[in-house]
């Protein structure tokens, strides 16, 4: 082929690899990037006022998409802003190729005012990190990044491109073969230990989390619980459940440490399928590290790797479930409420009234916590969450969701705390005209933080700290936030007004935001 | 004295080492530290709705205030949101101490989802990094943590701090007894060298920049150019340059390449008094990394540690320049510009109206480039810039440059693409009533990187680079978004309906916002 730049090698590359979405925020280092985003067709490019918002929107579009999208951040400073939704994405296990742009190379030893280290930043989030050396290597390189990307559990990987290695001419073609993504199982005495437990008669939990809850493997997890008498349950953070009418429902851990604690207080087999070992949020005074007794048996069924789908087929026929009827949801959503507009009431709302297929972003954190029982017989849906408990995740996340969800409408319930860490999220919703409705849980503060204090053994706070625990004075106007960056946006002080709001939103092909101001 | 628990501990080291402004962005793992705040006296605590806008507001405070701040910052994610800002802090040489919590120790083992490298993100923008790890020695840690941020040229602290160090009692007492801070100076070999080159008759550049931009050594520089004949120019970006009417004005070196290149051409002795080797901003293709030509004599005459003032005035006595009449701007406002607002008519307004005192902070990219020359005879001020590049700087360094500068007004000019980094810095701005007027140069994109899309040679783009250059389609109000968290703000689409709002901003002792439409 006729020679090319290292940039549009690594564009062709890209998407030769089925990375076909690049959220961006350029910088000087990324120009002839950018140029080579326009000169090849087929990439979709869109473009973040804030890196917290690019990286968000690739976690997002990777929890529905399954597959990874690019993201374009500039130098150390730019991945710095993006570190956070890097750390939630990394926690979903959502596949992102970031490329973050470098000073030509050699330029560095003048220490002009940009310089950082883009590679020991991005290593704190990265489960992968090279620095492409030439135009010839990129092709290789990129490819690389790709194959991690897509390595289960789905990674992240960060391709740092100086900017001589973009502009510079190279006669090597892209990659064009892309190795398929492999997966392992566990050993046979592996499935035999969780066997033995499961048919023991004693309590026995099968904690779920990663692509086991998805409406497939939980119907095989269901079989085992008909099967066996165990008990299901999800981590408390995950990347993306299915869950709704049609499908099977699972609770998941709580996040308050006595909670959690009394939910697997009787346990004597804690079977993990994709989860981790059960602990608390924080360490508290007092309390334990981890939520399962020391004496229960911990069996840590799968690896990283593991393909959970086959996992759960293959323990489904070890214990003779596979011919059991699952336990699904019937259709059964809740009234539209009216009165008072409480959290409660607003998440009864989202809950009747949300259309089928909807993929919900719950960033809501205290204001939420009773969406899952309320909605478990709603619609069937998508359920995303906070996963690294870094907040600013839910305005960025909605877009990439909305992007890869095509048609579907998204909804995404946020705090108004947690909605001011990423606000600039708005405006890209705007221009892509997303399919996106945000409804801001306008408590006036961080409700969280105040029963951390007092669960620290804190409780009793003056002035000082209070003005450090609350959003209010001034009171912010999600409303004329959200216009502002073209965001059509009302505001619901009553259940009426809220279920009248949403049912006007549904009707919408694009971004709404309703400001619920909770009482 | 009575026992206390490590926060308090580290709340009264901090005070008795001068630390009383905190700019916070707390959580859970930051409770007692809050709760310290609340009991001890004497700290002035500042939220901050997202962590860009606590790193950055804690690096304006300390360019004003000549002392670190404290800041507040949540696990390893929140320490990557305030990553950027530090990087521009680090670059100015503002000192400031980061307290970062930290989940109590040995929590981390269970790995739950807000674990992170705090250390090894920190340690990317961090002069001085240490986990603390017992309340016994939380008094020894905060005050190395400070003794480090006050060595010269200012440095920044990182104080990882463990939920339980917080939490549990001591019987240390705070620290009271701080170092004083030490200063160099060159050798009577470099003072030499440097001398050699003023009295050669040769083009001789004094290249400053950190303390060597205030008024006084100014003077000493200004003294040595009259008397050897040598020219004076400050670095590209600098923290804080004294100047205005009665001052010594001094060049900046130009930001495009091609023109720095043109100010060092005929140099042959460049010497360095605070300043770094010159470089472009960027390496482009085909032009050279260093701005000096190859054969000049470059001489370091200062290192990290050196007292600069102290330097440029043993300098004027080496070359007898002490008695020199320094050339000291008169007063020489421009006039009051009307018609179309261009962008150097918003900066001829500017110059023209603001107050005696005032304090500048300049973020406005591209729209600025000639607000040095214009303001040169203006009103005496404080002029702060964006010194690592990394945008998102502006609004929150307004923020500490008004706490630390009591009833200074702040001026900050501010781009438009770069406002919406940490446009949530504006909501602590009306909270905390804060002097401050933000004039937005709204010229509806990143003109820099049109700009810099032609310097590496890709000046022919199209429709899907466009967008990701252009912060239009839709456009953004600024009015509206000042609105929403309580600051005052108004458009300006002229010249007179500019300089109105700015003498109405003037008479504000509060925030106020102008979007100004430049043609």
Redesign the interface.
């Known amino acids: 082929m006729e020679s090319s730049n290292g940039a549009e090698i690594l564009v062709r590359t890209l998407l030769n690899g089925g990375v076909d979405v690049c959220f961006?925020n350029?910088?000087?280092?990324e120009?002839?990037f950018?140029?080579a985003?326009?000169k090849v067709n087929g990439?979709r490019?869109v473009?973040g006022?804030?890196e917290?918002v690019v990286t968000g929107a690739a976690d997002g579009y990777a929890r529905i998409a399954d597959k990874p999208a690019a993201t374009l951040l500039h130098l150390?400073?730019?991945l710095?802003?993006g570190?956070?939704n890097l750390?939630?994405a990394k926690?979903a296990n959502s596949p992102i190729v970031n490329i973050v742009g470098e000073?030509?190379?050699?330029?560095k030893?003048?220490?002009?005012?940009?310089t950082?280290?883009i590679e020991?930043?991005a290593?704190?989030?990265s489960d992968w990190v090279r620095t492409t050396t030439s135009a010839d290597n990129i092709a290789e390189d990129a490819a690389a990044a790709i194959r991690h990307a897509n390595t289960r559990p789905g990674r992240i990987s960060t391709l740092v491109l100086p900017?001589?290695t973009a502009?510079s001419q190279t006669n090597v073609d892209p990659a064009a073969d892309f190795t398929p993504v492999l997966s392992t199982m566990p050993s046979a005495e592996k499935f035999s230990e969780a066997v033995r437990a499961l048919r023991s008669g004693e309590r026995t939990i099968l904690l779920l989390s990663g692509r086991a809850l998805r409406a497939a493997p939980l119907e095989n997890a269901s079989r085992i619980a008909v099967a066996t008498g165990a008990s299901l349950l999800a981590q408390?953070?995950n990347g993306r459940i299915e869950r709704g009418a049609g499908r099977v429902a699972i609770p998941r851990t709580p996040a308050p440490v006595d909670q959690g604690l009394a939910v697997f207080r009787e346990a004597r087999h804690v079977i993990l399928i994709g989860a981790?070992?059960p602990?608390?949020?924080?360490?508290?005074?007092g309390k334990p590290?981890?939520l399962m007794p020391p004496e229960a048996n911990l069996i840590e069924l799968t690896s990283d790797t593991d393909d959970l789908e086959a996992v759960l087929q293959e323990l489904a026929s070890c214990v003779g479930a596979r011919m059991m009827q699952p336990h699904i949801e019937n259709l059964m959503v809740p009234a539209v409420p009216s009165g008072a507009l409480t959290a409660d009431a607003a998440l009864q709302a989202v809950a009747a009234l949300m259309p089928e297929n909807a993929i919900v972003v719950d960033e809501s954190i205290t204001a939420g916590r009773s969406f899952f029982p309320i909605s478990r017989g709603s619609a069937p849906h998508d359920y995303l969450q906070l996963?690294?408990?870094?907040i600013?995740s839910g305005i960025p996340m909605a877009v990439g969701a909305a992007i890869a969800g095509g048609n579907r409408k998204v909804i995404n319930l946020e705090g108004d705390?947690s909605a001011?860490?990423t606000?600039?999220g708005l405006?890209t919703q705007?221009?892509e005209n997303l399919n996106v409705l945000t409804i801001i849980f306008a408590n006036g503060g961080y409700k969280?933080?105040k029963g951390?204090?007092a669960?620290?053994?804190?409780a009793d706070?003056?002035?000082?700290?209070e003005?450090?625990?609350s959003?209010v004075?001034?009171?912010?106007?999600?409303?004329?936030?959200a216009?502002?960056?073209?965001v059509e946006a009302a505001m619901a002080q009553t259940a009426e007004e809220l279920v009248r709001l949403i049912r006007y939103a549904s009707a919408l092909d694009g971004p709404f935001l309703i400001e619920a101001r909770i009482q």
């Open positions: 961006a350029p910088g000087t280092s120009m002839h950018v140029a985003l326009d990439m490019c473009l006022l804030f917290g150390a400073p730019g710095g802003n570190l956070a750390h939630n926690r000073h030509r190379q050699g330029h030893v003048t220490d002009s005012i940009l950082g280290d020991g930043t290593a704190t989030v900017a001589d502009w408390y953070a981790k070992v602990a608390p949020l924080f360490g508290y005074p590290d981890w996963t690294g408990g870094a600013g705390g001011m860490y606000i600039q405006w705007a221009r969280i933080l951390e204090m669960s620290v053994g804190a706070w003056g002035a000082r700290a003005r450090l625990l959003v004075e001034p009171e912010i106007s999600y409303v004329r936030l216009e502002s960056m073209g």
